[in-house]
């Protein structure tokens, strides 16, 4: 069963196919219920309207890619989607710090001593405050640790430390309301604030008894929503994918729409209660389901006419390369798409630790949206944003005639490509370690973690005869080599890979290599059409999807879209791997 939800001011219900679909009122909301199967793109659209006032905006849901069990409204969920632009929001104010559209990116992390500790804690906020943080969140699990609290807080006031205290509330709506006497915003999970702890039961509900459910949050959460009110503080309704609770998961699902009702049960008690100094967050371990539960919650917001301001993390992200390679990947994609209006990467490692990423990726995003860097316009008919599904390449088969196996240039679960250096050629023992090679007497093998192909911008000359046998080695066991057009045409390597331009195929460069020659294809995206159309006939093993670092207005992002839409509407499934490159000086 397909399943949405529109404003219940859209009682009038239409579908293009008149298949029948069930309403059911929920609060300010009419869920929609889809009582047949949805197919993707062939008139069979839901289309809500408003009756009472028919030349209002229609309001339209769409499967949110063929056979899926979800309806996404057909409304935007970002201002473009080839560029980045800031998505406008209201101004939301914790203590005397302005989130919002009209501000920078604020910065935010996490104490990780224990509250009761009002000295420790103190030490650990004004180091993570002279890191350049611009909030910190203190979790509050009861009653001594609300009482410390206000210590905290007058402590750091008479240091002279001014930064505005977020209250992490679960399971404890009286500590909430104790809290909020002292600290500048309140933190509530809809999944577990009035909610019992999930014992991951799927629940039979009645339309009264998840009216009564409703209710029952009402009168444990308005009191709360009241006393931020008369004491001007802030609150963030913060939904975690981790944390549905059993209701929420037994109407919704374990999922992004459940995540996004989840928080809108709480927002509607607060707007009821002419409450607006709150902001969303959606978070999730998983960057895939963040990114598709925070485009959801735009897209339903937009559709109301809200604006609220996103607090964007990844949850559990880890630590090290992967926690921040994690938190960029779900981060750095909403900043791109211009939604984010405060951040914090979650590491398992010292909250001052989270700061400078954090600022990275706040500047990243600044930057984008000062710039609105992206590409020329162009029409998106392919992606499917709320439901993301992997592209499917073809990967290199074996020709007829090939001295050597190229199957193994690439991975079907992900290709990992690195860069070498003639240096790196002098010692070739060392350099197969580096690529993760086993080695047996000196030779080389492929492993699970092997490198799948590298990059060589410099091939040896003819006599180094030590550093091109390290190549073939690596060639023999199926190890892609790529190397420029112009150095295989000058110092040729035997099977190795040529990297061509779309301008050298158009110029005919890549004919003067020897019949049969394997082609990487580098590609920035955002060229004219008239010059991708040259791959339609040309037999690529793959393509690189390359924008300089130094590039100030094309977006990497936005360029790769423009890509990967030509690809699709054109029937051309190269595998497509992302060139990144940076210079020397710059800090990964």
Known sequence: ?????????????????????????????????????????????????NSTNPGSETVELEPASEGSPLLVPRQKYCESIHKTIRRKTRTVMVGN???????????????TTDTKDVAATVEQVMRIADQGADIVRITVQGRKEADACFDIKNTLVQKNYNIPLVADIHFAPPVAMRVAECFDKIRVNPGNFADRRAQFEQLEYTDDDYQKE?????????????????????????????????????????????MVESAFEYARICRKLDFHNFVFSMKASNPVIMVQAYRLLVAEMNVLGWDYPLHLGVTEAGEGEDGRMKSAIGIGTLLMDGLGDTIRVSLTEAPEEEIDPCKRLA????????????????????????????????????????????????????????????????????????????????????????????????????????????????????????????????????????LVTLKELLSGAHKLLPEGSRLAVSVRGDE??????????????????????SEEKTSRVHAARRLFEYLDKNSLNFPVIHHIEFPKQVHR
Not at 216 to 245: D, Q
Not at 530 to 539: C, P, Q, R, V
């Open 1 to 49: 069963m397909a399943t949405g939800a529109v404003p219940a001011s859209f009682t009038g219900l239409k579908t293009r196919d008149h298949r029948g679909l069930g309403l059911a009122k929920v609060s300010e909301f009419v869920k929609v219920s889809d009582l047949q199967r949805v197919k993707f793109r062939r008139t069979k659209i839901a289309v809500i309207r």
């Open 97 to 111: 710090v302005a989130l919002g559209s009209e501000h920078p990116i604020r910065i935010q992390t996490m104490t």
């Open 363 to 498: 500047n990243l995003g600044m930057r984008g949206a000062e710039l609105q860097k992206g590409v020329a316009p162009f029409e998106e008919k392919h992606r499917r944003y709320f439901d993301f599904q992997r592209r499917s390449g073809q990967l290199p088969v074996q020709k007829e005639g090939e001295e050597v196996d190229y199957r193994g240039v690439l991975h079907r679960d992900g290709s990992v490509l690195m860069s070498v250096s003639l240096n790196q050629l002098k010692a070739p023992e060392q350099l197969y370690k580096v690529l993760a090679a086993k080695l047996i007497v000196g030779m080389p093998f492929k492993d699970l973690a092997t490198v799948d192909s590298i990059l060589v911008r410099e091939l040896p000359p003819q006599d180094d005869k030590n550093a091109r046998l390290a190549l073939k080695r690596l060639i023999d066991i199926s190890m892609g080599v790529i190397t420029p057009l112009s150095e295989q045409l000058t110092k040729r390597l035997p099977n190795a890979l040529a």
């Open 528 to 549: 004219p059409y008239e010059e991708l159309e040259i791959l339609k006939s040309t037999d690529a093993t793959m393509i690189l999807h390359y924008i300089p670092y």
């Open 214 to 258: 409703l209710e029952h949050i009402e009168k444990v959460f308005s009191p709360l929503v009241e006393k931020c009110k008369e004491y001007g503080r802030a609150m963030r309704i913060g939904t975690n994918h981790g944390s549905l609770s059993d209701r929420i998961m037994s109407y919704y699902g374990d999922s992004p729409r459940g």
